[in-house]
Nanobody
Framework: QVQLVESGGGLVQAGGSLRLSCSAS????????IGWFRRAPGKERGFVAG????????TYADSVKGRFTISRDNAKNMVYLQMNSLKPEDTAVYYC?????????????????WGQGTQVTISS
């Protein structure tokens, strides 16, 4: 089993940057792809980015392509989400979660081991 904990959220102005971290415990970390999702007020949880177990494959939601970068460091059991050129519409609670190996899934139902989330607020 893997357990995930997010950190790094905060309040920044539009155009700024944040780096979110997803820390994993458990020896099976490399047995999973990892995804970042977000839930904005009044909206469903939506896919943001995903990375394969070795970090060689990534995929992004159209709304964040070119602005966000997902990466992982398996030696440290960490996954990161670098967020640049932030917009007010990026305001949400951000979660990381694990999914099975193979294709990078983009739906919440294919993920498990959800963290508690970290709040990101972008002011205009």
């Amino acid at each position: 089993q893997v357990q995930l904990v997010e950190s790094g959220g905060g309040l920044v102005q539009a155009g700024g940057s944040l780096r979110l971290s997803c820390s994993a415990s458990g020896r099976t970390f490399i047995a999973y792809n990892i995804g970042w999702f977000r839930r904005a007020p009044g909206k469903e949880r939506g896919f943001v980015a995903g990375v394969s177990w070795a970090g060689e494959n990534t995929t992004y939601a159209d709304s964040v392509k070119g602005r966000f970068t997902i990466s992982r460091d398996n030696a440290k059991n960490m996954v990161y989400l670098q967020m640049n050129s932030l917009k007010p519409e990026d305001t949400a609670v951000y979660y990381c979660a694990a999914s099975p190996l193979g294709v990078i899934f983009t739906t919440p139902s294919t993920h498990h081991a959800w963290g508690q989330g970290t709040q990101v607020t972008i002011s205009s």
